[in-house]
């Protein structure tokens, strides 16, 4: 079993950064996959990121390559999601998940805002 919490949202311009953080609870919390997905009002949830269990493999959609970045550890069971030159279309409410490696995406946080004026 493992909980997350989002958190680090907020409402900031165009071309800003925020970091936002996953915090874990759960004794196998370095097994898992961590994820972050984002979505918009009146569309589905999609893929930001993931970072493997040991934080050597990272995966980026395209819309964010180059401009956020995953990293995790381990010993603070915490996954962030540094973003950014924010762009208004990244405006979403953005949501940690965990998975096991080649299975779906089992636990989930609550989800944290983020607002990005133009």
């Known amino acids: 079993q493992v909980q997350l919490v989002e958190s680090g949202g907020g409402l900031v311009q165009a071309e800003g950064s925020l970091r936002l953080s996953c915090a874990a609870s759960?004794?196998?919390?370095?097994?898992?996959?961590m994820g972050w997905f984002r979505q918009a009002p009146g569309k589905e949830r999609e893929f930001v990121g993931a970072?493997?269990?040991?934080?050597?493999?990272?995966w980026y959609a395209d819309s964010v390559k180059g401009r956020f970045t995953i990293s995790r550890d381990n010993a603070k069971m915490t996954v962030y999601l540094q973003m950014n030159t924010l762009k208004p279309e990244d405006t979403a409410v953005y949501y940690c998940g965990a998975a096991l490696p080649g299975e779906e995406y089992k636990y989930w946080g609550q989800g944290t805002q983020v607002t990005v004026s133009s």
């Open positions: 970072c493997s269990w040991s934080g050597g493999k990272i």
């Open positions: 759960g004794r196998t919390f370095s097994s898992y996959v």
